[in-house]
Each structure stands twice: as C-alpha cells, then as structure tokens.
C-alpha cells in the first residue's frame, strides 16, 4: 500500500471518530443538564459542610464562656455538617442514593439556618445560615431533577 492510501484510510477513520464524537456529545447533552445539578448540589453541599464547621467551632467557643443559648447551635451545625458531607459525595458521584440524602439534607439545613438565623447580629451564624439555606435549594433542585 502506497503513502497515498494509507493517508486517506487515516483520513477517513479519523473522519468517522469525529463524527462519533458529535453524535456523542449531542446525545450526553440532556446528561450534561442533569449532571449540572449534581455537581451544583455536591459544591453547595461541600460549602455548607464547611460553613457548619466553622460555626461549630464558633459556638463550641461562646458556649465554654458561658452562652448557653448557643449549645443547640452547635449540635446542630455538626450534626447538618456531617448530613452535608455524605450528601456531598452521593451527589458528585450521581448515586440513586442521592435524591435520599440530599431530602434529608435540606431538611436539615433549614433545621440549622432557622436556629443560625436568631443570631443575624453574629457573622459566623449569618454565614452559616446563609450556606444552609443555599444548600437545601440547591438538593430541592436537584431532586426535582432526577
């Protein structure tokens, strides 16, 4: 076989891989939409869970130096952290898990940004229920997704 013959059979194969692939990309495009709220739940979830650490850490303080009112706080910002940290994964990876935790998730979220929010005078609370209610819409939202 000449030069000749073997550039067109190259050229042709290469050809027909490309088409492959747009008919590929056109066919992952509804995925790629529904891929987009994962990942908008898995990163709402991962700040959040970053967020209710903070603010643990934050209440632990006031309640050593006395602020009882803020015990519940921080039980619960440990608590929706951790709810946070295993819908984070679920939802990155796109498990059929997911759509489970992550209603738990936002529930516990506005569980936590109701008891963050009777402190809008406290950045690390404001903050924290801030994050929390962004995380419990971002899981709605990719619950009505699926």
């Known amino acids: 076989m000449n030069r000749r013959a073997v550039l067109g059979i190259l050229g042709a194969g290469a050809a027909g891989l490309a088409g ?3 008919n590929r990309a ?3 495009e509804p995925h790629a939409k529904h891929a987009e709220h994962f ?3 898995a990163k709402a979830c991962a700040e959040c869970l970053q967020e209710c650490d903070s603010c643990y850490h934050h209440c632990a303080g ?8 803020h015990a519940r706080t921080m039980n619960l910002c440990v608590d929706c952290g951790e709810i946070c940290s295993a819908s984070a994964r679920l939802a990155a990876r796109q498990s059929v898990l997911a759509a489970i935790i992550c209603e738990a998730c936002a529930k516990a979220c506005d569980e936590c940004a109701a008891a963050c929010g009777k402190f809008p005078n406290d950045k690390h609370m404001a903050k924290c229920a801030t994050a929390c209610r962004d995380c419990a819409a971002a899981c709605r939202d990719m619950i009505k997704s699926i």
């Open 26 to 28: 056109l066919a992952d």
């Open 62 to 69: 006031l309640v050593a130096e006395g602020h009882k009112d």
């Open 39 to 41: 990942d908008r739940c």
């Open 20 to 22: 492959i692939a747009d």
